[in-house]
């Protein structure tokens, strides 16, 4: 059914402030992870694999439960790698442990992307954590392999429309993917820590060649060590995806809007707010120097 959010009247902007800024200390402190990538982009999954499991056709799944914090979620597939996003978080809610892990999965991923110089996240906390027996079950995370007409399909589970299913995928600028985690590996030498619109400028400038990797899996490898899933070469094979591919690239701006609303939408899916709940905007770091 419908999670309500209920938001706890005793703390304020103020107090997630300190929570935001803890994990952004932490993330600017621990720089050397994943050849120097850092946290930021593992933060960005764990919020987006938390909130993936949402499906509108029976109002289950979602960031609301906290459910990431039990095994049999973070143990699914899908999520390899997202123990050390758990790990990164867990002094963070061991120090404000008044949070419920639903708010802390999704203000991560909140951190994550406006550290990373990305755009405004308007965030709303509220989530209340459920029983281990409310965990959905594994595989309703998307297939790397999936055409335009696959990740059409899976993100309509959430009611997204073409715009949001592309602007949200243009989260693929940060981080790399790993063969030890999902089968696919790359980009080299090119992952990166900061939040732009790259991703669709190398969708549709780089020469791309479709190759089977290491693990036997095939991908799209550009010569300058870059690397497009099949499902996010996917948004190059829909003309409708291809104009909006086109638009991103070539206004960053037009992508950082589309990008903050879609991210919104997903982080709280099958969440109802209250009316008269306005939502917070954090201050980068950098900002309260
Ligand atoms: C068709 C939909 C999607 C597919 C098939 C997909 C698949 C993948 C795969 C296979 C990886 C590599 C994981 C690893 O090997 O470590 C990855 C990484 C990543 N994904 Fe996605 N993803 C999708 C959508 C999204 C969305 C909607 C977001 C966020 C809004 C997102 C954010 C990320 C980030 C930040 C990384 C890098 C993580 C790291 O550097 O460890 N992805 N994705
Ligand atoms: C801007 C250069 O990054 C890329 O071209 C790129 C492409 N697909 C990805 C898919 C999953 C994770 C990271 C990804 C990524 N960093």
Same mark, same amino acid.
């Given at each position: ?6 938001? *706890? ?38 919020? =987006? ?15 609301? !439960? !906290? ?30 442990? =008044? ?23 308007? =965030? ?13 079950? *594994? ?19 959430? !009611? ?32 990166? *820590? ?13 020469? =791309? ?47 950082? *809007? ?32």
């Amino acid at each position: 059914g419908l999670n309500v959010a209920i938001p *706890n009247k005793s703390k304020s902007i103020k107090d997630y402030q300190n929570v935001y800024n803890d994990i952004a200390e932490k993330i600017r402190e621990e720089d050397e992870f994943d050849n120097y990538i850092g946290y930021g982009p593992i933060l960005v999954r764990i919020a =987006w694999h938390s909130s993936g499991t949402f499906d509108k056709n029976n109002m289950t799944g979602g960031s609301f !439960g !906290g459910t990431m914090r039990f095994k049999k979620e973070i143990n699914d597939p899908s999520n390899a790698g997202l123990k050390q996003a758990d790990e990164f978080l867990a002094p963070i809610y061991k120090k404000h442990s =008044w949070i419920s892990h639903g708010d802390l999965y999704t203000l991560a991923g909140v951190t994550a992307v406006q550290e990373a110089q990305g755009p405004k996240i308007p =965030w709303r906390p509220g989530r209340v954590d459920q029983p281990e027996n409310t965990t959905p079950e *594994n595989g309703r995370l998307p297939d790397a392999t999936g055409d335009s007409s696959y990740v059409r399909n899976y993100f309509g589970r959430f !009611g997204f429309n073409d715009t949001e299913i592309v602007a949200l995928i243009g989260a693929h600028c940060l981080g790399k993917t790993h063969l030890e985690n999902s089968g696919f590996e790359g980009p080299w030498g090119a992952a990166s *820590n900061v939040f732009s619109n790259e991703f669709f400028v190398n969708l549709l400038n780089e020469n =791309w060649k479709l190759q089977k990797n290491a693990a036997g899996n095939e991908q799209y490898d550009s010569p300058k060590g870059y690397m497009m899933l099949p499902a996010d070469f996917a948004l190059r094979q829909d003309n409708k995806f291809l104009k909006l591919v086109k638009a991103y690239a070539n206004d960053q701006d037009l992508f950082f *809007n589309d990008f903050a609303k879609a991210y919104v939408k997903l982080l709280e899916s099958g969440i109802h707010f209250p009316a008269d709940q306005k939502p917070f905007i954090f201050k980068t770091l950098d900002e309260q120097e």
